[in-house]
């Protein structure tokens, strides 16, 4: 990172797909409360959710900072998952990792770096 603004712009990028993460969950809740889920839906639907969040931050982050898409990407998603993992940490699901939720971090890795050459390129 060359100054603060780098710094800023990542944070707001990781805020912004906090909000967006929020929204959608409260779409889920407002559809799973009139229609009946099953539990591969709930972990599709997690998923989803956490690569549309971490889309969307770096892309906003990549298209401010206009340099180092790649990297700004993997910031953007390493510091959404750390944020997510520790929310459910101390909501109290305890340190262990499952295997969805590695899988669900890899992803979140995957799609940021890919989001950020993407918000460079556009």
């Known amino acids: 990172m060359e100054n603060n603004s780098d710094v800023i712009r990542i944070g707001e990028g990781v805020v912004r797909s906090?909000?967006?993460t929020l929204i959608l969950l409260l779409v889920y809740a407002i559809i799973t409360s009139f229609v009946d889920?099953?539990?591969?839906f709930d972990s599709i639907y997690k998923v989803v959710i956490t690569a549309l969040g971490v889309m969307y931050g770096a892309i906003y982050a990549v298209r401010k900072i206009n340099r180092r898409g790649w990297l700004i990407g993997l910031i953007v998603g390493m510091l959404y998952m750390i944020v997510i993992y520790l929310v459910s940490v101390l909501n109290g699901r305890g340190l262990a990792l499952s295997s969805f939720s590695i899988l669900r971090i890899i992803l979140a890795l995957a799609v940021g770096t890919l989001s950020g050459m993407l918000g460079i390129n556009i």
């Open 18 to 20: 906090f909000f967006l």
């Open 37 to 40: 889920t099953n539990a591969k």
